[in-house]
C-alpha cells in the first residue's frame, strides 16, 4: 500500500501552491513525490501468494525433471554424433583382436595335441624296436623349442647312444643342455648324459665344473652327478673329497638302491665308513645274491 498526504492549503484552496514561490514549489513536488513513491515502513506487508505455478506444485516439479531429462537425452544424441564412429570403431576393432586371440589360442592347442600325438607314436615305434622310423617321427617335432620340440631332441640323441652313435649323441645333448629356454630338468639331464658319454674324453676339470652345482643333496641329479664327480676327484687324486661324496650318496634314501651299494662301495675303498646299520646292508647284500638264484626254483 502506499500512502499519500493531504496537505490542508491544498485541500483549501487547490490552486494555493501555484502561488508559492518558484523555490518552494520545487521542494513540494519533492516532498510529494517522496510520500507518493515511498512505502510506509510501520505498515506489515503481506507476504506474496505461490500460484498455481510456483516451486511448491507437483506439476511444477514434473516440469523440471522431464526439462532434465530431455536436456540429458540432447548430450547423449550429440554426443553420439560427436564420438559414435569413434566408439564404433574402438568396439570393432576389439571384437576382431578378440576373434583373432582366441582362433590363435585354438590353433596353439590344436598345434600341441597333434604334435603329442606324433611323440606317441615314436615313443612307440621305439618299444617296438623300430629305431630309425623312430628317429623319423622325431625329427619332425624337434624343430621347436617347445616342450614337445625337446622331449623329442632328448629321445633323438638317446636313440643315438643306444646305436652306439657316440659323438653325434653327445652334440643332440650338448644342444639341449645348452639351449636356454629349455625347461631346467631337461638340461640338468642332457649335461649328465652328455659327459657320461663323453667321461673318459672329458678333462677332469671340466667334468668337476660342470657336475658340481648338481652334485648337491636334495638335488633330483644327486646320485647320478655325485657318483661321476666322486670319480672326476679321484682322477684329480682328491680322494678327500670323493670318500665322504661317494658317503653322502650312500645314506641318501632318495637315490636307488643299486645306486646306493655302488657308492657303498667305492666309498669303503677309500677308507671311508658309509654303513650306518650294519643288518640292513649285509641284507641287501643277500637280497643282491639271492636274487639271481630265485628263477632256480621253477625250473627243476
Known amino acids: 500500500m502506499i500512502g499519500v498526504e493531504n496537505h490542508p492549503s491544498s485541500a483549501k484552496n487547490p490552486h494555493n501552491w501555484r502561488r508559492q514561490p518558484p523555490h518552494s514549489r520545487d521542494v513540494t513536488s519533492e516532498r510529494t513525490a517522496n510520500l507518493v513513491l515511498r512505502p510506509h515502513s510501520n505498515r506489515p506487508r503481506t507476504p506474496a501468494t505461490v500460484g498455481p505455478g510456483g516451486p511448491g506444485n507437483p506439476q511444477s516439479e514434473t516440469f523440471v525433471r522431464e526439462v532434465d531429462d530431455a536436456l540429458r537425452e540432447q548430450e547423449f544424441i550429440d554426443a553420439l554424433r560427436n564420438y559414435g564412429k569413434l566408439l564404433a570403431y574402438a568396439i570393432l576393432l576389439f571384437l576382431v583382436a578378440l576373434a583373432g586371440f582366441l582362433w590363435w589360442q585354438h590353433a596353439q592347442k590344436t598345434a600341441q595335441g597333434e604334435r603329442g600325438e606324433q611323440l606317441t607314436v615314436a615313443i612307440d615305434q621305439v618299444e617296438a624296436g623300430h629305431l630309425d622310423a623312430a628317429r623319423g617321427e622325431l625329427g619332425k617335432l624337434a624343430a621347436k623349442s617347445d616342450g614337445t620340440g625337446i622331449a623329442a631332441q632328448m629321445m633323438d640323441a ?46 677332469a676339470d671340466q667334468v668337476v665344473s660342470r657336475l658340481k652345482p648338481l652334485a648337491v643333496p636334495g638335488n633330483p641329479w644327486f646320485g647320478s652327478a655325485g657318483e661321476l664327480l666322486g670319480i672326476a676327484y679321484m682322477k684329480q687324486n682328491r680322494n678327500d673329497l670323493a670318500g665322504p661324496l661317494f658317503a653322502a650318496i650312500a645314506r641318501d634314501k632318495t637315490v636307488p638302491d643299486t645306486l646306493r651299494r655302488r657308492t657303498r662301495q667305492l666309498a669303503g675303498l677309500l677308507g671311508v665308513d658309509a654303513v650306518d646299520d650294519v643288518n640292513a646292508a649285509a641284507g641287501g647284500g643277500q637280497g643282491e645274491a639271492a636274487a639271481p638264484a630265485a628263477p632256480a626254483g621253477p625250473a627243476r
Open 158 to 203: 638317446a636313440i643315438l647312444a643306444q646305436q652306439g652313435k657316440t659323438d653325434p649323441a653327445r652334440k643332440g645333448f650338448a644342444a639341449v643342455a645348452a639351449n636356454d629356454k629349455a625347461p631346467q630338468p631337461y638340461r640338468d639331464l642332457a649335461t649328465i648324459r652328455e659327459i657320461a658319454l663323453g667321461f673318459d674324453a672329458l678333462p
